[in-house]
C-alpha cells in the first residue's frame, strides 16, 4: 500500500476516538455515519464538477484536489465501519491481473 495513504489511514484511526473539538476526524465520527456519508457524498459531487471543469481547461489540479478530498472521507468511512484503506489495497490486489468485466461478472447478484 502507498505510504502516503497508509501514514493517512494510521492517522485516521488513532485519532477516531479523540476529543471532537479538538479533532475533524473525531468530530466525523461522533457525527455518525449520517455525516460522514453527507461528506462522502459532497466531495464525490465535487470530483465531478472538477473533473467537468478540469477537462475545460484541460488541467486537473482540481479534481487532484477534490479527490484527495474524497479519498479522506472515505477512509474516515472505512474506519467507521471498522475496516480500513488497507482492506481496500488488498481488495484491490486480489483484482490484480482480472479483467475488470471478468470480475463484475464473478460477483454475487
Do not use: C
Amino acid at each position: 500500500m502507498n505510504n502516503t495513504i497508509s501514514a493517512l489511514d494510521k492517522i485516521i484511526s488513532e485519532r477516531k476516538n479523540d476529543n471532537p473539538s479538538t479533532s475533524y476526524v473525531a468530530q466525523l465520527h461522533n457525527e455518525g455515519l449520517n455525516k460522514i456519508l453527507e461528506k462522502v457524498s459532497e466531495e464525490t459531487t465535487e470530483v465531478i464538477l472538477a473533473a467537468k471543469e478540469d477537462t475545460a481547461t484541460e488541467k486537473p489540479e482540481n479534481v487532484i484536489k477534490e479527490i484527495a478530498d474524497l479519498w479522506f472521507h472515505s477512509i474516515v468511512l472505512l474506519h467507521h465501519l471498522n475496516a480500513s484503506a488497507r482492506s481496500v489495497s488488498q481488495e484491490l490486489e486480489k483484482r490484480l491481473g482480472i479483467s475488470g468485466l471478468q470480475e463484475k461478472a464473478s460477483r454475487k447478484r
